[in-house]
C-alpha cells in the first residue's frame, strides 16, 4: 500500500535537527513569545524578503487577523473563492465580514480575475485569493484589480509555501499573507501554527497586538485581541524545516515531473504561464473520479479529495445564499478532482508504481 501520505520520512530525515532543536526551545524555560519566535518571525521574513513576520496559532488565526489588523470587520465583503478549505471562509466570518464567493481559473484552480472584478461592490473591504495546490493565483490582475478600486489584498499562501509567480515569491504581492503551518503543509510544524508577513510596520504592530490580547505591555490593553500565539517548540522546529524548503520543494517538483511523464491520458494539473509549483498537492481530474478512486484503493494507492464539497455548497453555509449551479465550475471540478500521493519520502519509483496503477484504473473506468 502507497499512502496518500506519511510524515514519519520526513520527520526522520530531520530527526537529529528536529530533537535538537525542540531540546534547546524545551530546556530554554521559555516557552510563549521568546527567542525562538523571534528568530524563526525574523528567518521566515528574510525569507520572503520582507519587513516583517507574525507568528500565530494556526492558519486560519493569521488570515483572520490579518482581516483585522487591515480594519474589515461587520459590513464588508470579502472576494474569495468557494474551491478552497472551509477554513479560509471561516476566517472571514471570525473577522465579522461577509465572504463573497467567486469562480476559478479551470487551469489553476485559483481565483478567477474577471470574476473577482465582476463582484466588487461599494461593500466590497478586501481580497483574499488562494494560492491552492502551491500554484500561485494570477497576481498582476488581483494586484492591479486590489488597487484600482483600494481594496485590502490578503493572500491565503497556507498551501503555496516557496511558490513564485514571475519569479516573486507569493506572499509578497499584497498588503499581508498568511501562511499555515499543519503538519502537512510543504513547511510544516508538528502541530498547529501560522503566520503572516508584511512590509508594513503599522500592521505588523497591529497584528502583534492582535495575537496577545491586545497587549503592548502586560495587563495593558490597548486593543481587543486573542489568544494566538505561535509557541516556542513550534517555533524550533519551522527554523530547521525553513532551512530544507526550497530543497524538499525542488524533490516535490521532480516527483510531480514523474506523473506529468507516466499519467498520459488522465487530466493532469498544469503550470500556467511564469510560476514555480511547488506541488503541495498533486490534484488529477476524472470524469468518473469515485470509480477511479476505488479502483486505485484495489491497486494499493491512498488518494484523497481536495475538496470534494465546494462551500458554497456546505450545509453550514447554505445561509450565504449561493444555490446550486451559482459557481457551475467550482461544483464541476468538486465532482472530479483527486489528489494522488506526493509527500518527501515517497520515491521516485513509488511515484512510477502510483503512476502504473493509476493508467490501470483509467483503463478499468473507461
Known amino acids: 500500500m502507497i499512502p496518500f501520505n506519511d510524515l514519519k520520512p520526513l520527520h526522520n530525515l530531520l530527526a537529529d535537527e528536529l530533537n535538537a532543536a525542540a531540546l534547546r526551545a524545551l530546556n530554554s524555560g521559555w516557552y510563549i ?3 525562538e519566535l523571534a528568530a524563526f518571525e525574523a528567518e521566515f521574513a528574510a525569507y520572503h524578503g520582507v519587513a516583517h513576520a507574525v507568528g500565530v496559532a494556526n492558519g486560519t488565526d493569521a488570515i483572520e487577523l490579518a482581516l483585522r489588523a487591515g480594519e474589515v470587520g461587520p459590513g464588508d465583503e470579502v472576494i474569495t473563492v468557494s474551491h478552497t478549505a472551509v477554513p479560509t471562509v471561516c476566517a472571514v466570518e471570525r473577522a465579522g465580514a461577509t465572504p463573497v464567493l467567486v469562480e476559478i481559473n479551470p487551469d489553476t484552480y485559483t481565483m478567477d480575475a474577471a470574476a473577482a472584478r465582476a463582484a466588487v461592490t461599494p461593500r466590497t473591504k478586501a481580497l483574499l485569493p488562494v494560492h491552492l495546490y502551491g500554484h500561485p493565483a494570477d ?3 488581483l494586484a492591479a484589480l486590489a488597487a484600482q478600486h483600494n481594496l485590502l489584498l490578503v493572500e491565503d499562501c497556507a498551501q503555496a509555501h516557496g511558490a513564485r509567480w514571475r519569479g516573486r515569491l507569493v506572499g509578497t504581492f499584497g498588503h499581508m499573507a498568511a501562511f499555515s503551518f499543519y503538519p502537512t503543509k510543504n513547511l510544516g510544524a508538528a502541530g498547529d501554527g501560522g503566520a503572516v508577513i508584511t ?15 491586545g497587549q503592548r505591555v502586560r495587563y495593558h490593553n490597548v486593543m481587543r485581541g486573542v489568544n494566538s500565539r505561535l509557541d516556542e517548540v513550534q517555533a524550533a522546529v519551522l ?6 524548503l526550497d530543497a524538499h520543494n525542488a524533490q516535490r517538483r521532480a516527483l510531480a515531473a514523474v506523473y506529468d511523464r507516466e499519467l498520459a491520458g488522465v487530466m493532469l494539473p498544469r503550470a500556467v504561464g511564469d510560476v514555480e509549483h511547488v506541488y503541495h498537492l498533486y490534484v488529477v481530474r476524472h470524469p468518473q473520479r469515485d470509480r477511479f478512486m476505488e479502483a486505485l484503493k ?7 479529495i481536495h475538496y470534494p464539497v465546494p462551500i458554497h455548497r456546505q450545509e453550514a453555509y447554505a445561509d450565504l445564499g449561493y444555490g446550486p449551479g451559482s459557481l457551475p465550475l467550482t461544483e464541476r471540478i468538486a465532482q472530479e478532482i483527486v489528489s494522488l500521493p506526493l509527500y518527501i519520502g515517497l520515491t521516485a519509483h513509488d511515484a512510477e508504481t502510483v503512476a502504473a496503477a493509476a493508467r490501470q484504473a483509467l483503463a478499468e473506468t473507461v
Open 199 to 213: 512590509n508594513d510596520a503599522q500592521l505588523a504592530e497591529r497584528l502583534r497586538l492582535l495575537r496577545n490580547y
Open 139 to 141: 497576481m498582476d490582475a
Open 33 to 35: 513569545l521568546g527567542p
Open 298 to 304: 484495489a491497486h494499493g494507492v491512498g488518494t484523497l
Open 239 to 244: 527554523r530547521v524545516k525553513l532551512a530544507h
